[in-house]
C-alpha cells in the first residue's frame, strides 16, 4: 500500500506545471514554444505581441478557425476581462493628478456604502476587506465599484471617460466597451464592423471546443475589448507618461505595504512583482470564454500582451494571488527575453 502510495504521488507530482522553463534561441523557436503552450492549454485562438520602447517588435497569432494560421492577427479583438483594470486605473488616476479625487477620500463621498473606512486606495489595490488596508484579496466586484468614482468625479461614466481619455487621444479603433453592452455606443464606431472582428469565443469541454457567449457587462473591473497591438498601444502611452505625472505612474507600480509591513502583490490597479531580481509590473485577465496577460519590464522598456478566445491562458493558474512565476506564459517570454536577453528585431 505505501508503495503504491509513493507511486501515485511521483506520478501526480510529474503531472504539475514546471517551474523552469528553457528559453527560446530565436524568434521562430518562440513562436513554436507559445503555439505549443497553445494546443496543450486548449485555446482556440491566441494574438501574442511584443513591444520595445516605443514601437513593436514582433508579433504573432496562432489557432483560430479549424486551428488554420491567419484567422486571428494581431488586430483582431478580443475580450480583455481584467485587463480592463489598469486602464480604469489610469483614468481614476489621471482624476487624482487634476485634484478631482483623492486616494484617501472615503468612498462613502461617491455613494459607495461599505463596512468600514473605505478609501478610493483601498478599492483600486484590493484590501478593501476586513479591516480596510490590512488584507489582500483580489475581487473585481469590489473594484468594479470605481465606476461611482469615475461617474462623479469626471461628470460621465466610465465608458464615456475612457473614450474621452484613453482611447481617443491614442485613436485607437480597436478598443471599445463590449459590444454586448450598451455602453459601446459611447466608442462612436460602427457595432456591425466592429463584431466582425472579435474573435468568437469558445470553451474547451475535454473533446472539442463549443461555442460561448462571452459576458455583457461592463465596468472599471472588465468588459473592454481590444486588439493585442491596441493593448500594446496603451502600455507604450504609459512607458512615455503620456497620461500621468511620473510619479502618479510610480505608484500604480509599486506594491502596497499594509500597516503591520506585510507587502502584498498589487499596486493600484496593476501586479507588481520581482523575478530572479527583475521588476515586473502586469496583469492577468480571466472571464467566460476569455483570457488575457500584460507583463511589462520597465528596465528593458518591454512588454508582451496575450489574448485568448478561451480562459486557458489564466484558468490553470494562481494570478490572482500575484504568482506570476506560475505561468509558463509569462516564464517564455521573461526566461527569453529578459533572463536570456534574445535580441528582438
Known sequence: MIKLLLLAL?????????????????????????????ARGHIQALSAVISKDQSIAWSGSFGGTDGVPGTVSDTT????????????????????????????????????NLPGTVLVRHLM??????VPGTRYAYNGDRFALLDAVVA???????????????????????MAPTPQSASFAASGLD???????????????????????????????AGLTASARDYAAFSMAMDRDAFLRPATKALAWTPVVSST????????????????????????????ASSALVIKVPSRGLTFVLLANTDGLSAPYPLGSGKLEASPWAREFLETFVIAKLPLP
Not at 511521483?10 to 518562440?30: H, I, M, N, R
Not at 486602464?87 to 463621498?109: F, N, W
Not at 462623479?152 to 480597436?174: C, N
Open 77 to 112: 479583438v478580443f475580450h480583455l476581462a481584467s485587463l480592463t483594470k489598469p486602464v480604469a486605473s489610469t483614468v481614476i488616476l489621471q482624476l487624482v493628478d487634476e485634484g478631482k479625487v483623492s486616494l484617501d477620500d472615503p468612498v462613502s463621498r461617491y455613494g459607495v
Open 10 to 38: 511521483v506520478v501526480a507530482g510529474g503531472c504539475q506545471t514546471p517551474t523552469q522553463t528553457k528559453p527560446a534561441s530565436s524568434l521562430d523557436d518562440f513562436a513554436a514554444h507559445l503555439e505549443s503552450l497553445r
Open 152 to 174: 462623479q468625479a469626471a461628470g460621465k461614466p466610465f465608458a464615456d471617460a475612457v473614450q474621452e481619455r484613453i482611447i481617443a487621444p491614442l485613436q485607437l479603433k480597436h
Open 125 to 130: 489595490s484590493h484590501t478593501s476587506e476586513g
Open 191 to 221: 457595432k456591425a464592423a466592429y463584431l466582425a472582428n472579435v474573435a468568437p469565443g469558445y470553451t474547451w469541454t475535454g473533446d472539442r471546443y463549443v461555442p460561448t457567449a462571452y459576458q455583457t457587462a461592463f465596468s472599471t473591473a
Open 261 to 288: 509591513g506585510q507587502t502584498f502583490p498589487y499596486g493600484l490597479g496593476w501586479f507588481a512583482t520581482d523575478y530572479k531580481g527583475i521588476r515586473v509590473i502586469w496583469h492577468y485577465g480571466y472571464w467566460t
